[in-house]
């Protein structure tokens, strides 16, 4: 059953049991916090999502990859970072 049969019914799409176990959470607590990143005179937010796509694209696993990614944004924050340099990120 789609979600429009389920409203049309008058039931929450929402409350299916196989739809909402497919999807899975890619986001934590340290996402709200942005890391801005200076390279010179211009600068960049630092991305989970971006960098776990080029960690996979360097043949990285998909899981290890955002946890890779979760590790360093995680330990940014701990540490207060929220401003790094280009080669401190490095």
Do not use: C, W
């Not at 934590?28 to 989970?48: A, N």
């Not at 696993?61 to 955002?66: F, V």
């Amino acid at each position: 059953m789609n979600s429009a049969e389920r409203l049309q019914e008058g039931k929450d799409p929402e409350d299916h049991p196989k739809e909402t176990q497919k999807q899975k959470k890619h986001h934590s607590q340290y996402d709200q916090v942005k890391i801005k990143v200076t390279l010179q005179d211009h600068f960049y937010v630092f991305s989970r999502f971006l960098m776990s796509r080029i960690l996979t694209l360097l043949k990285v696993n998909e899981k290890d990859a955002i946890k890779i990614t979760l590790d360093i944004k995680k330990e940014l924050v701990e540490q207060g970072l929220t401003s790094v340099s280009q080669q401190e990120l490095e």
